[in-house]
């Protein structure tokens, strides 16, 4: 079966299928569908992923995506910088934001603890979690850390673990509520959902 399809189109297959959430039967109709669509479209998608990762960095602050380190949130001086509200992907950062119910600064761990899949502090942007959380730098220091990690065994797992490193330093420690079904990527929430869980959380 595989010999009936060309090389590189099985490589393309094969590319696809390394991005979350794509199978092999989406990952075969979407090279089948680039093959049939017009050169323009491929050039402009090529040209896409090569500038997302050429213009796109990580700020220095949050670790969110930006294109100028610190980011546009970190840089606005009408949010509360002194609430801090902790995400394990950008995904959830964009998300939480597009509700427009919060207006403190993010931070982004870019995962959660996961012991089985060797996946520990220092795998995450914990040590700058806690290096903001200890040092104000000349700004307002830090009254409030909301948790928002995902209600995963992992995401409780990584909630519980920096509940205990931030405590001790007199930082409010905060969950957002249970709006968020369990087992639910915040990612995949309604604005409501979000906004409800952002408005109802508790202390930690």
């Not at 998608?45 to 700020?59: F, P, Q, V, Y």
């Not at 509200?85 to 761990?109: F, M, N, R, S, W």
Request: charged share 20%.
């Amino acid at each position: 079966m595989a010999n009936s399809i060309p090389k590189p189109v099985q490589d393309l297959i094969q590319a696809f299928t390394r991005l979350p959430g794509i199978g092999p039967k989406t990952a075969q109709r979407l090279a089948m569908h680039l093959l049939q669509s017009p050169e323009n479209m491929s050039d402009s998608l090529s040209g896409a992923i090569k500038n997302l990762k050429i213009s796109t960095m990580l700020c220095r602050k949050c670790w969110h995506l930006t294109m100028q380190s610190p980011c546009a949130i970190c840089d606005d001086q009408y949010r509360e910088h002194n609430v801090i509200c902790v995400v394990e992907h950008p995904a959830d950062l964009i998300a939480l934001e597009k509700t427009g119910t919060y207006k403190g600064l993010y931070h982004v761990l870019h995962g959660s603890l996961s012991p089985i899949d060797g996946i520990g502090p220092d795998d995450l942007k914990i040590a700058e979690l806690m290096a903001r959380a200890k040092e104000p730098n000349g700004g307002p220091a830090i009254e409030e850390v909301i948790l928002a990690t995902n209600p995963t065994m992992e995401g409780e797992a990584t909630a519980s673990y920096l509940s205990g490193l931030l405590k001790p330093l007199g930082v409010r420690t905060t969950r957002i509520a249970r709006g968020l079904p369990s087992g639910a990527d915040i990612e995949y929430a309604d604005d409501l959902t979000l906004m409800r869980a952002m408005e109802g959380r508790h202390e930690f």
